[in-house]
């Protein structure tokens, strides 16, 4: 009998449904799909390295028709400005001074950088970063060039459709994270980090031109989050934001404090970029299919960031780092500003595809929080672990995380019900089952044995909070993604809910108490849109327990 006979006949729902693999060939895995926040067609003509700012190629014409460098413009500038600097004030004025911009007055103010600084952090914070940091910034921004140099064999992007990586010394991602403090990164700035008047002329260095290559991919100018999110909309201090800046000025004193350090250790990041095939992925979930059921470990106390040596997930946007440089202030923008390193990724990645997924390595927490979205707060400086020998064999911190994005089910035309529905379950399957695979690419997964390695993926609610997802069902596709990805063990995050990490625990021991395969889960999350009314539930938990 089929699956679906068996189904309207039986009172043992699980007891009676079987998919063989033969049934999981035919998973809809389109080749495109509704992702993140929204459609994302091919990109074409993007170009294959980072632009970086000191390339001779950035050049603007003075009053007298001579076409001048910005960068040796913006170093003139801080080299001789940063010394009399000596308030908040001041660096907001510096900043907005050496922006590759023609028209500066324009730029926008930055009152949430200057309000962090003279009402959020402590005087002896400020202290430290007005007068020890600012000066190493600037050391460091002379010495850009030589540290980074712009060739053909540089910085590459993480293009859709290729399965890349790029490596990078944590010295390197600092730099590269100092020319974001100012702003200096061509055309990588916010749509909105800059104001014209109506008619006035634009810069070609900004905005989202044809003459802006970039313009598909994130944003990395720190600009439109210091001076964009000062007050809400009931005036009142937007502090998530002033946290987030906390957050980043911290990191930037902690590089000063350490730097012989940073630099003598030689310490990577690395960020790749996984790609699976149609195919691939076909082939691979048929011969997972008959698998068990994963090892499953329910924490509702513990934090992602906080499962050392395991995979460790990043809710993301479409768009990696969503409104982090914004007024985004969730799980990926919480963990981007306080392991600022995460940032680098910004500048080196391509939109997600359907099929894709970004793999970080080696980024460290310089900051500690608490709370979350309105309530976020700065609270103080993290401790590193000292470096095991195996770290130092790597020259990289066992520290990965995997970026992979949920549909959003408030977005596109889609709406929440829909997400029970085969075509979208499938699509969440390939985009976990992507993430959790890996890439043999990565320095740290395939250190510890790739994608077949025993290392859990630390995760939890994916996609279930602005973007509508269901938390049963998203648990329930992580578990059968892990399954499939060689049944890597799962470290279920609940985040304080005791209660759903009863329900899932209880859910879970029903399943393998039955013995249910990974492709016997799949097919009954599978059916649960046509068979929850005839019987009656609402909860795909409940659907289970029939």
């Known amino acids: 009998s089929s699956s679906a006979t068996l189904l309207e006949t039986s009172g043992s729902l699980l007891a009676d449904v079987t998919a063989p693999a033969a049934d999981i060939m035919n998973l809809n895995f389109p080749q495109r799909f509704l992702s993140g926040s929204g459609h994302v067609d091919p990109v074409h003509g993007q170009p294959r390295f980072v632009y970086l700012p000191w390339s001779s190629k950035h050049r603007y014409q003075a009053p007298n028709g001579r076409l001048c460098s910005h960068w040796d413009r913006a170093i003139t500038i801080l080299s001789e400005a940063a010394p009399t600097i000596t308030t908040a004030n001041d660096l ?20 949430t950088l200057v309000a962090t600084l003279d009402t959020y952090v402590t005087a002896s914070f400020k202290t430290q970063f007005m007068e020890t940091t600012l000066p190493w910034m600037v050391k460091v921004l002379e010495g850009a060039p030589s540290c980074l140099p712009q060739t053909t064999e540089g910085l590459q992007i993480l293009r859709q459709g290729e399965e890349r990586a790029v490596k990078l010394s944590q010295a390197q991602a600092a730099t590269l994270l100092v020319c974001g403090f100012f702003s200096l990164m061509p055309y990588r700035y916010h749509p909105s980090g800059l104001k014209y008047k109506k008619g006035q002329a634009r810069s070609p260095y900004t905005g989202n031109g044809p003459e802006n290559t970039f313009a598909s991919m994130p944003s ?44 003598k250790n030689g310490l990577n990041i690395e960020f790749v970029r996984c790609v699976k095939t149609q195919e691939n992925i076909r082939t691979s979930l048929a011969a997972s299919a008959s698998n068990p059921l994963p090892q499953l470990m329910l924490e509702p106390d513990l934090l992602i960031e906080d499962a050392h040596g395991q995979l460790q997930a990043d809710f993301a946007n479409q768009y990696l780092g969503g409104g982090v440089l914004g007024k985004g202030c969730v799980q990926e923008e919480i963990r981007m500003v306080v392991c ?21 390595s080696g980024c460290a927490q310089y900051s500690l929080y608490s709370g979350y979205a309105k309530g976020f707060t700065f609270a103080g400086s993290a401790t590193l672990p000292p470096l095991k020998e195996a770290e130092r064999t790597l020259k990289m911190r066992n520290v990965a995380v995997v970026a992979f994005d949920a549909l959003n089910f408030h977005a596109g035309g889609l709406s929440p019900p829909l997400q029970f529905q085969p075509r979208f379950i499938d699509a969440e399957i390939t985009k976990a089952f992507v993430a959790f695979s890996g890439s043999e690419l990565s320095t740290i997964l395939s250190h510890h044995g790739g994608a077949s390695s025993s290392v859990p993926i630390a995760t939890g609610h ?18 059968c993604a892990a399954g499939f990805a060689n049944r890597r063990p799962v470290t279920y995050c609940t985040f304080g809910d005791n209660e759903f ?22 097919k009954v999350i599978s059916q649960f849109a046509a068979h929850r009314t005839q019987y009656r539930v609402s909860s795909i938990f409940d659907y289970l327990l029939c």
């Open 501 to 522: 990490a009863d329900r899932c625990t209880a859910i879970y021991k029903h399943l393998t108490t039955n013995s249910i395969t990974v492709g016997t889960l799949y």
């Open 340 to 360: 600022p390193e995460l940032l680098v990724g910004l500048l080196l990645c391509e939109p997600l595809k359907g099929r894709e997924a970004i793999v970080m």
């Open 462 to 479: 994916w996609g279930c909070g602005a973007f509508g997802g269901d938390r049963e069902l998203k648990f329930l596709i992580q578990l």
């Open 220 to 263: 990395f100018n720190f600009n439109f989050l210091f001076g964009a999110f000062y007050r809400d909309h009931e005036n009142r201090p937007q502090t998530p934001c002033y946290a987030k800046i906390a957050c980043l000025l911290n990191y930037f004193n902690r590089m000063a404090e350490t730097w012989p350090t940073v630099v």
């Open 92 to 111: 907001a004025e510096l900043i907005r001074s050496v922006q590759p911009d023609l028209y500066v007055a324009n730029a926008l103010e930055l009152r």
